[in-house]
């Protein structure tokens, strides 16, 4: 059973920075690319950032590239969303997902990174105070 379990949500200040944690389990992880997702009250689900299995390639949303970054440690099962200069805009809750059928390209993790993944955790609460 996959299991993906989410850490280090919390309230900030405009400006500040949080670091989300993805831990999984259940999965050979190195076959797995990651994806991080948020949810705004009221709002669609967006991608903001994935990482393919290898960590070659990654995908931003525009709304965060320059102040955001993803990366992964295949020995820890963990993927890491530092997030730098924060704005309220950023508030939601943010998911960890998995998907192993994806290859390792550009274009692919931009289209799951657009449309979801198979695999959910329940989420951390990111809040920014402005």
């Known amino acids: 059973e996959v299991q993906l379990v989410e850490s280090g949500g919390g309230l900030v200040q405009a400006g500040g920075s949080l670091r989300l944690d993805c831990v999984a389990s259940?999965?050979?992880?190195?076959?797995?690319?990651i994806g991080w997702f948020r949810q705004a009250p009221g709002k669609e689900r967006e991608g903001v950032s994935c990482?393919?299995?290898?960590?070659?390639?990654?995908h931003y949303v525009d709304s965060v590239k320059g102040r955001f970054t993803i990366s992964r440690d295949n020995a820890k099962n963990t993927v890491y969303l530092q997030m730098n200069d924060l704005k309220p805009e950023d508030t939601a809750v943010y998911y960890c997902?998995?998907?192993?059928?994806?290859?390792?390209?550009?274009?692919?993790?931009?289209?799951?990174?657009?449309?979801?993944?198979?695999?959910w955790g329940e989420g951390t609460q990111v809040t920014v105070s402005s």
């Open positions: 997902a998995a998907d192993n059928t994806l290859i390792d390209t550009p274009t692919a993790i931009g289209i799951a990174c657009r449309y979801g993944m198979d695999h």
């Open positions: 259940g999965i050979r992880f190195d076959d797995y690319a």
């Open positions: 990482i393919t299995s290898s960590g070659a390639n990654t």
